[in-house]
């Protein structure tokens, strides 16, 4: 609160496609999506009109006992693009992981292995701040305060690459994280539940990439010691990765999903978790306490619902993955400016991208943060990691106005 006396707030009044607006007319590139949640740009028609037309129909019904055609029409699609059949919803990105770490658990005492209650992440891993997300997240800032209050989990070494030995190669380093993993669980397997991952890149680390094959070796690995995967793919769903889920590019089939951020193209607040049949199996019973009690008042919401149906479409209609290999092709190769700066670890993944600003400025990230809003760019580093997450419609001429942009904010604040 006190910083802001020296970072003042920026009162937006409307969004416009990739632009935000100021009240004093200012634009600025919103080159995080608004925090990773928006993919088609704001104030986007279609959208907005699914929402409208949601909105003259039924705003919103309980989901206990009832249903409704939004709700029904969105889990077919996501059952189909995720080949996970069933789905609970929430209505952000922190309890869908408390949904999923519950369901797991429950899942095991249903099965007659009730010993398996404990959770493994990653280092440096992020799922959200309720205590239970907490719980699983390793981001020293967000959980040290809290730590008492927390459940104990486990976490297994990073295959983020830029933790990798000088000529190790990402694919190499990533086995050799695998292997720590296969070591922890042939020791400890009988009492873990699941385990939790970002696929390819953990976001809240800084765009920490890593190899896909670390995906495929854990999958293997849950599969063998009977654990449960969780793909964490809140910020990476949707097509950030190139692929719409990134857990494609491992070719695996986790036993939970999360999604939220993209899911309603930045519109609405919505969550899901998505499973398989054998996990819905173990709740399906005459005993309400095996049931998955977790009551949550605007489960599956219509009209967040119809916005996430409506960005769905735009997926489906606008060819967007294949337009986006072409629009990230075209940001890497602007990127390459970047290099005349003291920066390290050039990186992108699909429509992710970043580099690490080498500085002794302790005070780079406000800094370069204020520098961007004065080129009219809203950029956020996370520490000295500069990224781009920038909506799908940005186009060739704003990929050339928010690279130099960030050139000269950078320039000005190392
Ligand atoms: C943002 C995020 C969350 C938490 O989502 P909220 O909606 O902010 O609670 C969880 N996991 C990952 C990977 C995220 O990026």
Known sequence: MKQHEQFPLVPISRGDGIW?????GNRYLDAVSSWWVNLFGHNNTRIKDAIKLQLDTLEHVM????THEPVVALSEKLAKLTGLGHAFYG???A????????????YW?????PNKTKFVSLQNSYHGETLGALGVTDVAIFKDTYAPLLMQS???PSPDFRLAETEESAENYAMRCAEALQNYFAAHHHEIAAFIIEPLVQCAAGMGMYHPIYMARACEICTQYEVHLIADEIAVGFGRTGTMFACEQANIKPDFICLSKGITGGYLPLSAVLTTDEVYQAFYDDSTIRGFLHSHSYTGNPLACSAALATLAIFESDNVLQTNLEKAAAIWAKMQVLT?????HLRHQGMIF????VTQNAQFSKQCYQAALQQNLLIRPVGNTVYFMPPYTITFDEINTMVTAAYQAVKNSI
């Open 20 to 24: 935000l607006v100021d009240e004093d």
């Open 354 to 357: 970043a580099f690490d600003v």
């Open 340 to 344: 005349d700066l003291p920066i390290k």
């Open 63 to 66: 989901l206990a006992g009832f």
């Open 95 to 106: 309890s869908a992981t408390e949904i999923a770490l519950k369901m797991s658990f429950h």
């Open 91 to 93: 209505s952000d990105g």
């Open 109 to 113: 005492r249903n099965t007659g292995k």
């Open 154 to 156: 486990a976490q297994m």
